[in-house]
């Protein structure tokens, strides 16, 4: 799928999530840019949302860039009309935002403490409601729009962690479906892009080469994801090309799949072999680090 350099033009588009360089929804919003979208960036990190903002302006992009909490419904209001007052108009959400701050703290439901349970809900999910909420009727007052929320690959095949992330972004896939069924025939087109593991900026610079190898032996194709591949697609579901497409979950996640072997389900690595318990133990780890790293940042 290639990015066309007017498949966008004179659209409008809000993106959520994207205030880390090199993550997914910074370069979500590079290929939105690239493909001639006028941009709202926003994130609850505003620091380096604005050095993403002001690459894309360097670049000669329409860019703005403006901060939001996703648990404030008065700070997703306001991000929503400070988009549709700037630029006259809105056409598409993406949201990539996600509590990932609390990956490190987000285990199995034996030690799940409640207080990450409900802020990851509150952020994923709620979050996510406040943004169509407010998007769809901004949308509606032109000829309709698309939103494309970033799920995750997890929730179909579960993980060795991350129980209320896997489970928030399960609840992101079910409200992908219920705007899709209820706004569709007015014009409002609702997708989910499903990501397995994405060698974005910060993934890259603390995963050791040997463990990146585990996980990526553990791919169908031998290769993990870069943000880039997210951004095409999203370009894709905002974009007229995809006019006859609403109500998907289009799972770019190859993990585990290869050698699930007979005994288990795809995707399933919770079982007793040697090679799941590696995994398991590998995936602990970049998790971990990540983690750590991003504490750093
Ligand atoms: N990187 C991966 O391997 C991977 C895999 C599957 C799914 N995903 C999903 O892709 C998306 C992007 O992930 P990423 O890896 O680029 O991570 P990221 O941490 O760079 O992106 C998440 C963004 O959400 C923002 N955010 C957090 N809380 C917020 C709030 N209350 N209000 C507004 N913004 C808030 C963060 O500041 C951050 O910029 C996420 O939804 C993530 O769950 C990522």
């Known amino acids: 799928m290639q990015v066309r350099p007017n498949d966008l033009k004179d659209m409008v588009v809000l993106v959520v999530g994207c205030g880390t360089p090199g993550s997914i929804g910074s370069a979500i919003a590079q290929a939105l840019a690239d493909a001639g979208a006028a941009l709202v960036l926003a994130d609850l990190a505003t620091s380096k949302l604005v050095a993403v903002g002001q690459k894309l302006v360097e670049q000669g992009h329409r860019v703005l860039t403006q901060a939001v909490d996703l648990v404030s419904e008065n700070s997703v209001e306001e991000l929503v009309s400070f988009a549709q007052k700037s630029f006259g108009r809105l056409d598409a959400v993406v949201n990539a935002a996600a509590a990932t701050n609390l990956i490190g703290r987000d285990r199995g439901v034996t030690d799940m403490e409640a207080a990450v349970w409900d802020q990851m809900f509150a952020v994923n999910v709620r979050g996510a409601m406040f943004i169509c909420k407010y998007a769809i009727p901004a949308m509606l007052t032109g000829s309709g729009g698309a939103i494309v929320n970033i799920s995750a690959g997890k929730t179909l095949r579960g993980d060795v962690d991350t129980t209320a992330n896997s489970a928030s972004k399960a ?93 288990s389900r795809v995707g399933d690595f919770s079982g007793p072999s040697a090679r799941a318990a590696k995994f398991r133990t590998s995936w602990r780890r970049v998790t971990w680090e990540c983690i750590s790293a991003s504490r750093k940042w």
């Open 171 to 263: 609840a992101l896939n079910a409200l992908t479906r219920s705007v899709a069924t209820i706004y569709g025939e007015r014009g409002i087109r609702c997708n989910a892009i499903a990501p397995g593991p994405i060698l974005t900026e910060l993934v890259n610079s603390v995963v050791p080469p040997a463990i990146a190898k585990i996980i990526r032996d553990c791919t169908l194709l031998g290769e993990l994801g870069v943000p880039e591949d997210i951004a095409n697609l999203a370009v894709f579901l905002v974009s007229k090309r995809s006019k006859m497409y609403s109500k998907g979950k289009i799972r770019l996640d190859l993990l585990a799949v290869k050698h699930a072997g007979p005994r």
